[in-house]
């Protein structure tokens, strides 16, 4: 993967004025908008000689989030949602694709030389794992006095080194440790100290802000609570504003104010905690919140009905609503007549068919032998019940049937779970059919036609307010869809 | 049903004084295990007793270096140098292979009953897969990414229908496969190991743990499965001998949560399904909470509390428990604080390890008497199996007995043991 | 499909390298003293006669005329012609090339038959005397010059015992064969083996030793693995752990390494070569260094790089052949 | 930049293993001769004795058949003589044929062997070690080009490209005082010592490819280590980066494949003397080639420089072993291009 930066655009960068959004609340330290960062593969000379496109992995794909002075902002996700890379690029320490960043209103992106490092001073990040984080050939002391090193900090004492000693010991004390420990090597601590070391390093500079990247995930729980009290402890004492991001929710709600959650690099669902805990409205954080078994002895009468299904690749994400392939509340076209499961099942066998999962052979097994025009009579007939617009509809699929291919296809009784019948399972059994027949295309536009789905067609938008979520579900602005899917964070709380 | 058995050597012959009405499917009795390294001897597993029935799951919970991993590689002798199982009795339930084994080795059969750690190592290899079988935390890294996940699943049936096709001997599962196989396998992918039958078997297998297209998925390669689709192959693979006890090794751990539920649904239903017993190894209690009739504690190497779901999460007596209980931030209840469990996990290295209770040196309730001498392991007012490796099971925190100089204590220890 | 692509990914990569490989070679006179006209003229020739000779040769054209024509030439099979003796240098190149290819291919698969079992011995008894002998062989093995090798092998079995020969290639293995074949004797069969079988051992020992313990941590490394240790929980038997599991993966080190190392062998060749008078490209080398007879040493360095380019795309190609998985990296 | 706890583990490794104990054993007592070559060589090893060449080793005895041919009445007569020849103390690995002792050849070819090792990984790894820390901190474009040159360099075995640069740049040598002669200690023996200059060159640059690919790789992954993002997040500019985390995190493989490398280069120099390319006469290889001559009639020639060879090596190759084992550096056996 090479990191690429030509497609940004700097336009419209630069530092806000007193008119900017981000002045516009007091309080904002941070904004970030619309970020995007992609990894391009394939893109070395070998490749180019073969004439493969690029192929882009889309991590953060149009983030956009106002982080208030003094809060804690939480940022959620699966792995691979692109929270960390986020977390990253916010800081400049990935290369971001477009988008822009601002901190205290001054474009982050078009920092240089003292001014870097004025933001680098300010804002800081610590990582989630305690091993790798640390330079195993470095003493703890020369851990946490690297970045005063860096800034030549600090630069008025008489005795620079006797300084910082004294600075890497009050650090070290503050997080718990012992001064006497600085002397030794990271791999002499437990990861629950490791972990107090990289964040006594990320004081060092007295910041404003720290990016908190998964930083209890790998501890185990007695430890990761303690973590979780000295970080609480910290931001109270230095005033530090969080964005702290996590895969536990459990944690995400004891230690934030305000929640944004992440599905394949978008922001998804933005809200109170506490709001967001009780009454989630996207279906994926509602999935999530039900997913977490919780530590009671009661957990095994809470009723679970697990996301079906695996995240996408972000090389090629789904269209409209990212999180279709797996919602189980995806919208039916208004005019059809389908139960939720039936739907979800449907959805699934075409996902599985246009990715070439489905193929031929298998369309083949799913239809049973040769099914005889009986069973064509009977599903045209109860569909004429159900239908709604039967009579156009309807006439014109049977006359393709008749004509394409001949002789009534039906569907193995197992192939959906849920109960499918009518014309919508004549649907499915057409279009296998003319997989069977090696018409790929032709099924997948059958299919399509019938069954397409307003959360395959249109991305959802994050809308105003306090408690957005990027759901058709819930009210979409029809004009400005797809144009401006920034978050005005006038409105944000 | 669980006496203290340590020190005693009465047989697992189920006449002891049962609260559930069936046998155990597993005894474990006082099983230890030690690795001897550069440091020195480590008691990764240090008499570690319990039953396992039938149809049940039975968890173990435990934070990083308990043990419980150490544990379960025990059971399934998996454990590696420098590491060795030094002591203890695995009784494994099943009246034939007592049969077999009573006139040849009669010390390894006590009635039904046959210790696994006494029979010879070729039949004790012979009960993986049928008796015994394994979920990996990891399962990228418990493939091997450089063979199909069919033909992966396909061994694991093809070695027990030969097993079956011959009992008696360990030679027919092999069937002369070599070198020269090796060579001849790579080389031309008709002549193999595994018979078509098996493959057929293999894709049937990965139906019921519910990959789509199972035909195809089989043909591919593990790193072209996502890390829930590979953790489903990988209790297909572990269905495939029909065990009697699953060991789930940590075997959500390392996925994300939603694919962590749907995980622990198809165990769920496949423990229903097949009724077979598992036991469930995570240091998650929600996961623990979710799954399990009974669980065990472990802390340091040993179980420090065992009992029903409810006993150990709604009575608990260990501080230890009590304090693990505290340490989880619950995702309905905000509370402003956690109650942080103080210090760290022990070394378990032998020479400091002394005749003590491990936790005291974390412990909020230390009094004197915690590091005079190891607690036994006794019962509590809870139900007859909750029982606890702790003095507080037998009186009440005596404030005023408090371990003396506790608080300088911890900081010495907290810099001491890294 | 996809191993189609593989290849010609790897068929371009070895174009390029190729490329540099000739641009190195054709630089390599420009980075030395000494001018090719003194080694064609007599040394009392006149100014006209080095004129008239460089005109020959174009080296008064400016260097990238030079350059292209040589490229140019090389496209067409064209070396030039040798300076001392002013016959084609790819007739003499290719001339030699059969006896190195033959004494490396004979030294490789001795290397390869002998050692991948002796590692995998040596990694499943670990720690028993059979792991120990193949351990101090191998190691003694990998530190001992094989020309120094070869005089020994000269000094027992040849000088000594008198059953070898010493110098020279005999019939060679197509001739010898053909005369099975043709006159139904193995008179040339075993003349060839008298001849290349202290070559081939003095060639292949280090390469013997190198495997013996690339196989041997690779192994190790495998059956520690995670993988490993789930295999074995499924009850399968340690022949196919070992076997089917294990060498299998074992393999990839085993098979970048030696692609790296298909220098040292041919490497090794010419030094071999050179001990025992085998007429390959490692004397042609020698002696075209030693004589400064440009056309034969560029056109004998850019044989042994394509051949190691070939060669490495076709070790790649063949595993990705057996173990697919690489192909999807 | 070595952590007690990488000395623990060397002195543990070394504790339990009786190879690197051998090792450490062969690789002081090969280092020490080279140094104190003066002092231990019981002769001056470039000078000649006719009287007494061809003396063999202790223990050993030989018989020459001298022939000559002579006029015998008028005649022209072959004459064949056969002597015994016995072992002498005052050479005790014998003498070659120009009756110079190779027990001080063998003590003075160390030296040549260990300058040229030692210089030439230096050279290889300096060279190496920097551009294969740029293009694995780079990556991109810069990587590539310089990975493509690596691979070209890959192509030409490195015993044939040092063949023919050695041969055809000349083989310059430079005359290096030996300071215990100019300090008066031995001044007996030879004044100065010769340092084969081209050699040293040219297997630095026909080496640095390991080194390169090596310290890539671990650039590669040392880069995306948390702790360098960390350094990047306080402002820490690249150069810093590369000196105080990427350099020191892949030192230990880098020193493990200089230890192999000393090994490889021995190898190679001794085959460039044997092949006549080196600008010394006082080297292993350079005697070996030498004694195939009298391959007949004293084996030892060729013999006992070749076994100077092996033990040196396998010493060193038992101490990159015994630093791999304790170190782990997670490579394998690819460093070793020993052109022999």
């Keep these: 993967m090479t990191e690429e930066d030509s497609g940004r655009s700097r336009n419209d960068r630069g530092k806000r004025g007193a008119t900017g959004r981000a002045n516009a609340e007091g309080d904002v330290l941070l904004e970030v908008e619309d970020l995007h960062k992609y990894y391009f593969e394939r893109d070395t000379l070998t490749d180019r000689l073969l004439r493969r496109e690029a192929r882009s992995v889309q991590a953060v794909d149009g983030v956009s989030l106002a982080i208030h002075r003094g809060e804690t902002l939480g940022l959620v996700g699966e792995s691979g949602c692109g929270k960390s890379t986020t977390g990253e690029t916010l800081l400049r320490l990935r290369e971001a694709t477009d988008g822009g960043v601002y901190f205290e209103g001054e474009s982050v992106f078009d920092l240089a030389g003292e001014d870097l490092m004025a933001f680098r001073r300010r804002a800081g990040i610590v990582f989630q794992d305690p091993y790798s984080s640390l330079d195993p050939r470095m003493t703890v002391g020369q851990l946490v006095a690297e970045p005063l090193s860096v800034h030549g900090e600090p630069a008025d004492a008489e005795n620079t080194k006797e300084a910082r000693r004294e600075r890497v010991d009050e650090l070290l004390e503050r997080v718990g440790l012992s001064h006497s420990q600085r002397d030794r090597y990271p791999h002499e601590f437990s990861g629950g100290q490791r972990q107090r070391v990289g964040i006594a390093r990320a004081l060092a500079l007295e910041p404003d802000f720290l990016v908190l990247d998964e930083p209890v995930s790998a501890l185990d729980v007695s430890v990761q609570a303690q973590i979780l009290n000295l970080l609480a402890d910290l931001q109270v004492e230095f005033d530090l504003t969080y964005l702290f991001i996590a895969h536990d929710l459990s944690v995400v709600r004891h230690l934030c104010d305000r929640v944004a959650v992440m599905y394949l690099g978008e922001i998804i669902e933005r809200g109170p905690t506490d709001e967001l805990f009780e009454e989630p409205r996207h279906p994926y954080t509602q999935a999530l919140l039900e997913s977490v078994p919780r530590a009671r002895s009661d957990e095994r009468e809470r009723a679970i009905d697990p996301l079906a299904g695996d995240v996408p690749s972000p090389r090629d994400p789904p269209s409209g609503c990212r999180f279709r392939t797996r919602c189980p509340a995806v919208i039916p076209p208004d005019d059809l007549e389908i139960a939720q499961e039936g739907y979800r099942e449907v959805m699934d066998l075409r996902e599985r068919l246009e990715s070439g999962d489905v193929d031929a052979e298998r369309a083949r097994e799913l239809l049973a032998g040769d099914g005889g025009g009986a069973a064509g009579e009977g599903t045209t007939g109860s569909d004429r019940s159900n239908g709604s617009d039967e009579s156009e509809h309807g006439d014109r699929r049977g006359r393709r049937r008749a004509s394409a291919v001949g002789e009534e296809a039906r569907l193995r009784e197992d192939v959906f779970e849920a109960d499918l019948a009518g014309e919508n399972r004549a649907v499915v059994a057409e279009a296998l059919n003319s997989l069977a027949d090696g018409e790929r295309a032709e099924a997948i536009s059958i299919l399509r036609e019938r069954f397409e789905s307003v959360c395959e067609r249109t991305p959802p938008v994050l809308q105003d307010g306090p408690h957005p979520a990027a759901c058709h579900l819930y009210d979409q602005p029809t004009e400005r869809r797809g144009a401006d899917r920034t978050e005005r964070s006038a409105g944000d709380d | ?418 | ?329 | ?340």
């Design chain 4, 1 to 340: 930049m070595i952590s007690p706890r990488t000395l623990g583990n060397l002195r543990r490794e070394f504790r339990s293993s009786a190879l690197a104990k051998l090792g450490v054993l062969i690789v002081v007592v090969v280092v020490g001769v080279a140094v104190l070559a003066p002092m231990f060589a019981p002769h001056d090893p470039t000078t000649q004795n006719l009287d007494r060449s061809q003396l063999p080793p202790v223990g050993f005895s030989t018989t020459t058949n001298s022939t000559s041919t002579e006029m015998v009445n008028g005649s022209l007569e072959v004459i064949n003589e056969t002597n015994e020849i016995n072992a002498t103390l005052t050479y005790p690995l014998g003498t070659d044929s120009l009756g110079r002792g190779m027990l001080s050849r063998v003590i003075y070819g160390a030296r040549t062997s260990l300058l040229v090792g030692l210089l030439g990984t230096i050279l290889a790894a300096v060279v190496g070690v920097s551009v294969g820390l740029v293009a694995g901190y780079y990556r991109g474009r810069v990587d590539d080009t310089l990975m493509r040159s690596a691979d070209v360099m890959l192509a030409f075995p490195s015993l044939v490209l040092a063949i023919a640069l050695v041969g055809l740049w000349g083989r310059a040598a430079w005359r290096v005082p030996d300071p215990l002669v100019v300090a008066g200690i031995t001044p007996e023996m030879p004044a100065s010592f010769v340092l084969p200059g081209t050699v040293i060159v040219v297997v630095g640059l026909v080496n640095w490819v390991w080194f390169a690919r090596v310290a890539r790789g671990e650039a590669l992954s040392v880069r995306e280590q948390s702790y360098v993002k960390a350094a990047r997040s306080v402002g820490a500019s690249n150069s810093f980066i590369i000196r105080r985390h990427i350099l020191p995190n892949s030192a230990t493989p880098i020193l493990v494949l200089g230890t192999i490398q000393v090994a490889a280069i021995i190898l190679l120099e001794s085959a460039l003397s044997f092949l006549g390319f080196s600008g010394t006469t006082l080297s292993w290889g350079f005697d070996i080639a030498r004694g195939r001559d009298y391959l007949a009639s004293s084996w030892w020639i060729s013999t006992v420089p070749g076994i100077a060879i092996v033990l040196s090596v396998i010493g060193i190759n038992l101490l990159g072993d015994w630093l791999r084992d304790a170190l782990d550096p997670g490579i394998g056996g690819e460093g070793g291009s020993g052109g022999a």
């Design chain 2, 1 to 418: 049903m669980l006496e203290d058995r340590a020190g005693s050597e009465d047989a697992p012959d189920g006449s002891g004084a049962d609260t559930t009405t069936a046998d155990p499917i597993l005894e474990v009795r006082n099983l230890s295990t030690q690795f001897f390294t550069a440091e020195g001897q480590v008691n990764a597993v240090e008499s570690v007793s319990f039953d396992v029935y039938d149809g049940e799951i039975f968890g173990i919970v435990g934070e990083s270096g308990s043990g419980k991993s150490v544990t379960a590689l025990s059971i399934l002798d998996l454990v590696e140098s420098p590491g060795r199982v030094t002591a203890g009795e695995i009784w494994y339930r099943n009246p034939d292979l007592a049969d077999d084994m009573r006139d040849s080795h009669p010390e390894a059969v006590e009635g039904e009953y046959v210790d696994t750690r006494r029979v010879p190592t070729g039949v004790r290899r012979s009960l993986r897969g049928p008796t015994f079988s394994m979920i990996f935390q990891d399962p990228m890294s418990s493939f091997n990414p450089s063979i199909t996940v069919g033909e992966q699943l396909a061994e694991a049936i093809e070695v027990q229908r030969r097993a079956r096709a011959n009992p008696r001997s360990t030679r027919s599962r092999t069937q002369g496969y070599g070198l020269g196989r090796f060579l001849t396998d790579s080389l031309l992918p008709s002549r193999s190991y595994v018979s078509a039958e098996s493959r057929e078997r293999a894709t049937g297998l990965l139906d019921q743990v519910g990959i789509p297209d199972s035909a195809e998925r089989a043909a591919e390669y593990p790193n072209q499965f996502s890390g829930g689709m590979l953790q489903r192959a990988m209790v297909a693979q572990a269905l495939a001998g029909e065990p009697d006890v699953l060991i789930a090794d940590e075997p959500t751990t390392a996925l994300d949560v939603t694919i962590q539920a749907q995980i622990l649904d198809l165990l769920a239903d496949l423990q229903d399904e097949e009724d077979m017993s598992v036991i469930m190894i995570t240091h998650d209690l929600g996961v623990i909470a979710r799954m399990c009739d009974r669980v065990g504690v472990m802390y340091a190497g040993e179980i420090a509390e065992r009992g029903s779901l409810t006993d150990v999460f709604d009575r608990p007596v260990h501080p230890y428990t009590e304090g693990l209980l505290e340490s989880i931030p619950d995702p309905d209840d905000p509370a402003p604080r956690l109650q942080p469990i103080e210090g760290n996990v022990p070394s378990l290295i032998d020479s400091e390890m002394g005749n003590r209770c491990y936790f005291a040196d974390r412990c909020p309730k230390a009094m004197d008497e915690c590091v005079a001498e190891k607690p036994a392991e006794v019962d509590t007012a809870g139900s007859a199996e909750h029982r606890v490796r702790c003095v507080l099971a037998e009186r009440e925190y005596d404030p005023t007995r408090a371990l003396s100089g506790t608080e300088e204590d911890r900081e010495r220890e907290a810099s001491a043991d890294d």
């Design chain 3, 1 to 329: 499909m996809a191993l189609g692509r593989f290849v010609l990914k790897r068929a371009l990569q070895g174009i390029v390298v190729v490329w540099g490989v000739v641009t190195v070679v054709f630089g390599l006179r420009f980075i030395t003293p000494g001018n090719p006209i003194s080694v064609i003229a007599p040394l009392d020739a006149s100014p006209e006669t080095r004129q008239a000779i460089a005109r020959e040769l174009g080296l008064n054209d400016p260097l990238y005329v030079q350059y292209l024509d040589y490229l140019l030439g090389l496209l067409q099979g064209d070396m030039g012609y040798s300076y001392i003796s002013n016959t084609q240098a790819s007739a003499q190149v290719f001339a030699r090339l059969p006896a190195t290819l033959e004494l490396a291919v004979v030294a490789t698969i001795v290397a390869v038959v002998i050692s991948i079992p002796l590692g995998v011995l040596s990694a499943t008894r670990r720690n028993e005397p059979a792991d120990y002998g193949a351990t101090l062989f191998s190691l003694a093995g990998i530190s001992t010059p094989n020309f120094w090798l070869g005089i020994m092998l000269v000094l027992v079995f040849a000088v000594q015992l008198e059953i070898f020969k010493t110098s020279g290639r005999g019939p060679g293995f197509v001739s010898a064969l053909s005369m099975l074949v043709t006159q139904g004797s193995a008179a040339g069969l075993l003349s060839w083996l008298s001849y290349i079988t202290l070559p081939a051992l003095a060639l292949g020992t280090y390469f013997t030793a190198l495997i013996t313990r690339l196989t041997r941590s690779g192994m190790l490394d495998e059956l520690g693995s995670a993988y490993v240790k789930a295999v074995r929980a499924k009850g399968l038997p340690e022949t196919l752990v070992r076997y089917k599991h294990a060498l299998r993966n074992t393999l990839v080190p085993v098979i970048t390494v030696l692609g790296l190392q298909l220098g040292t062998l041919i490497g090794g060749a010419v030094i071999t070569e050179a001990v025992f008078d085998w007429p390959g490209l490692g004397t042609l080398v020698i002696t075209s260094i030693t004589a400064r007879d440009w056309p034969i040493l560029q056109g004998s360095l850019v044989v042994i790089g394509v051949g190691f380019v070939l060669i490495n795309i076709a070790v790649d190609t063949l595993y990705a052949y057996v173990n697919p998985q690489v192909v999807y990296e």
